[in-house]
């Protein structure tokens, strides 16, 4: 029973992920996706209380929609950043849920205006993992800029249980269908051996009542 939900949590978190890396992989831009419209009174809160302080207020949001994932980005025009030619940067708050059947794993991240990041941004990640801050893992980051590693309930545990489930079924269904065509057809279920008179298989003595 654990082993059957450790291995469902395991797949839960492998289809997340290979959700999120199949939908930056698979279209490029990222896409299909809702195009600007404004932030909602719910957008602007959530950026309020989780964007690193200094961020500009966002005036725009995407929604991108893919097969077991979802991700909704904000932005606005960042500060004036002294480069040649002069010009602003657009800073972008970006929260990601992953997961299927459910949405089962969430993180954030936040590109802003820095003039000492590479290319005028820094970036802020929350709940995640970043590929490109570890030497193994930085050809992923070409691929998917975070991975989220937030847990989202419900979300989290029914996939889980789904994705056990699943296994369950792969694993034992057909020995316990196979029992009970052999005890339909007259046959031991453990060795399939003729059933007679006695309550045990005459065979090799599993009980066959
Ligand atoms: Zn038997």
Known sequence: MIGLLAAGAVINVAVAWGCMIHAYHNSKPLGPYVPDFVPTADDQN???RRSPKGMVPPDAVNEYKYVGYRERRVFGDGPLLNVNPPGTLRELSVRSRAGWPLA???CEWFSVADPQGPRGIGRVTRGCFDPASHPATASLSRVVPVIPLTPLFPGFAINTLFYAAVCWLLLFAPFALRR????????CPACAYQVGSSDVCTECGAPVR
């Open 46 to 48: 959530w950026w309020k």
């Open 104 to 106: 089962g794993v969430y």
């Open 180 to 187: 009970r065509l052999r005890r339909r057809r007259g046959l």
